[in-house]
């Protein structure tokens, strides 16, 4: 079972960056699609990006799309989203998720494994 563990998060300025990290535990990383969602107070958790095992393929949420860029280290076995320009409404839980599968899917009910979350708030 894949255990995933996000870290990064922070309280940061509008137009500021940040770089989130998530470790996946040894022997469990090829095989997954590595995602991002995010859930604001009162809100849904929404999907933010996803990547393929290899890194070949990458797809993003419209509101994100254009300034966040999610990787992944194979040799750390990590996996990254980094944010930047960054907005009040970008202000959220972030998690780390895990699809056992090799294909990308923006369904958080397709994903088999998540972290705890890491708290990201955006405000001047």
């Known amino acids: 079972q894949a255990q995933l563990a996000e870290s990064g998060g922070g309280s940061v300025k509008p137009g500021d960056s940040l770089k989130l990290s998530c470790e996946v535990a040894p022997g469990t990383y090829d095989a997954y699609v590595m995602g991002w969602f995010r859930q604001a107070p009162g809100k849904e958790r929404e999907f933010v990006a996803a990547?393929?095992?290899?890194?070949?393929?990458?797809e993003y949420g419209e509101s994100v799309k254009d300034r966040f860029g999610i990787s992944r280290d194979n040799t750390k076995e990590a996996v990254h989203l980094q944010m930047v320009h960054l907005r009040p409404e970008d202000t959220a839980v972030y998690y780390c998720?895990?699809?056992?599968?090799?294909?990308?899917?923006?369904?958080?009910?397709?994903?088999?494994?998540w972290g705890k979350g890491t708290l990201v708030t955006v405000s001047s």
């Open positions: 998720a895990a699809r056992r599968t090799y294909s990308i899917s923006r369904s958080r009910q397709d994903y088999d494994y």
């Open positions: 990547i393929t095992w290899g890194g070949g393929s990458a």
